[in-house]
């Protein structure tokens, strides 16, 4: 198994950016893809991006292309998003997911999971 711990949310003004970082511990990290996802209020959780082992492939929802960057450190056990050009409609909690295998978009194929940070853009 192995356990996630999320950092790096807080308030920031539209239009700024914040890294999240996300420490794994347990199981070697390389074994597993990636993922980052959001829940906001009254919504699911979706998608916003995946690394795959060994940083071959990387993933982005639309709303997130273009602005998101998503990377990982096999050598420290970490995966970050970089967010950029916040909007408001990227609030929520973010959470960091690791996966075996399967369609990296969907959380389904996600079995462990972080607590969440939360990210406020305000307008």
């Known amino acids: 198994q192995v356990r996630l711990l999320e950092s ?8 700024g950016s914040l890294t999240l970082s ?8 390389s074994f597993y893809h990636m993922g980052w996802f959001r829940q906001a209020p009254g ?9 795959a082992r060994d940083d071959r492939y990387t993933y982005f929802s639309d709303s997130a292309k273009g602005r998101f960057i ?9 995966t970050s998003l970089e967010m950029n050009q916040l909007e408001p409609g990227d609030t929520a909690v973010y959470y960091c ?3 075996e295998g399967g369609d990296l978009m969907k959380k389904h194929f996600y079995g462990y999971w972080g607590q969440g940070t939360q990210v406020t853009v305000s307008s």
């Open 22 to 29: 996300c420490v794994a511990s347990g199981r070697t990290f």
């Open 70 to 78: 998503v990377s990982r450190d096999n050598a420290k056990n970490t």
């Open 97 to 99: 997911a690791a996966s």
């Open 43 to 51: 919504k699911a959780r979706e998608f916003v991006a995946a690394v």
């Open 8 to 15: 790096g949310g807080g308030l920031v003004q539209a239009g």
